[in-house]
């Protein structure tokens, strides 16, 4: 373990990652947070030379049908397909995918773009409800991709989630230990602790933060083809907090108590310890969204296979760089460089 402080501490001990210096009209949480707003990113998924759109059934009855893309490069490559998750609120459309999406591409990286279930495309054909411990459509994915796709997973499969989707792939990570799926991974901004999270969510100016994700949840739950009861509907539109939609109505929905027991049975960092998958974690000590204790107060180890690149700033999912570019999408395609030679 290095002596070195903890919250530079992937910075100072891989070369594959240099530090992370915000843009000179973008400093602090806050702006960097809400600069993901800007993304303009050129990649069209309709337009996309060789684009797939394809449909994976579930095994439910009647089935959930969820929805992706696949990019592939233009030129022969080596390098596995990466998938991409979104968090909440998002899609496999949102700016931020298509930007990640864009630099993976460029670095020779085929690409799926995925809908959760009920976000984006997936939300017309989908009835049930994702949530931030089901690693069951992970699995769905990568069987279907092995199945029904081989061609696109002939040089392996690798990872990328942000935000909520980041617990998601860390849980599918844990579980999966030695047998994963995925050769190497990166997280943007996970809440580990969404106990902490949804605590910190409630504190101070961070509860704009806090309307707009409750906002965005209720959106997707209350979509036209999702099955509630009455009881259900009216818990999700009196929630006043992401607090209160998870203790009023997710911990009930999936048969637990209350908030607290749906976040401890269902938050990543009380399994970190079994993924056996080189992993990068982004985090910035200035993310409002989650509180930097949960990676400061961890022991990291610099042999791996949990890399946490903790910087001083970076908002949550921001990471807008001097040069206006993305600081956490080039450290992943060093990373993934790194990892898999």
Request: proline share 6%; aromatic share 10%; hydrophobic share 40%.
């Amino acid at each position: 373990m290095s002596q070195r402080p903890p919250d530079k501490f992937a910075i100072r001990n891989f070369e594959w990652l240099e530090p992370f210096e915000p843009h000179r009209w973008c400093r602090g949480g806050w702006l960097q947070t809400l600069s993901i707003k800007s993304l303009r990113p050129d990649l069209d998924v309709d337009h996309y030379e060789g684009c797939v759109a394809f449909d994976v059934p579930g095994d439910q009855t009647p089935p959930d049908v969820l929805s992706g893309y696949y990019l592939p490069v233009p030129r022969p490559t080596q390098k596995p397909t990466v998938i991409v998750f979104h968090g909440m609120g998002g899609h496999a459309r949102s700016g931020y995918m298509r930007s990640m999406a864009e630099r993976l591409l460029a670095a020779g990286y085929p690409v799926v773009l995925w809908n959760n279930r009920g976000a984006g495309s997936s939300a017309r054909n989908c009835i049930r409800f994702h949530h931030p411990g089901y690693t069951d459509d992970i699995s769905l994915l990568v069987n279907y991709l092995h199945e029904q796709q081989a061609e696109w997973t002939r040089n392996g499969l690798a990872a990328v989630a942000f935000s909520l989707g980041a617990n998601v792939l860390l849980r599918y990570l844990a579980e999966t230990e030695g047998n994963c799926a995925f050769r190497a991974a990166a997280v943007v901004s996970a809440p580990l602790d969404m106990e902490t999270t949804s605590i910190n969510l409630q504190s101070g100016l961070n509860r704009i933060f806090d309307r707009y994700l409750l906002k965005k949840q209720c959106e997707e739950l209350l979509r036209e083809s999702a099955e509630l009861t009455d009881e259900e509907r009216k818990a999700i539109e009196n929630a006043s907090s992401v607090w209160e939609l998870d203790d009023q109505f997710t911990a009930k929905h999936l048969g637990y108590a209350g908030a607290k027991e749906f976040y401890r049975d269902n938050s990543a960092i009380y399994v970190l310890d079994k993924i056996r998958t080189p992993t990068l974690l982004f985090h910035a000590a200035d993310d409002p969204v989650v509180d930097e204790t949960v990676f400061t107060d961890r022991e990291w180890s610099t042999e791996g296979p949990l890399y946490p690149a903790l910087a001083a700033s970076g908002g949550h999912t921001g990471f807008l760089d001097r040069q206006g570019k993305r600081w956490h999408e080039r450290a992943t395609i060093r990373f993934f460089d790194a990892m898999l030679g």
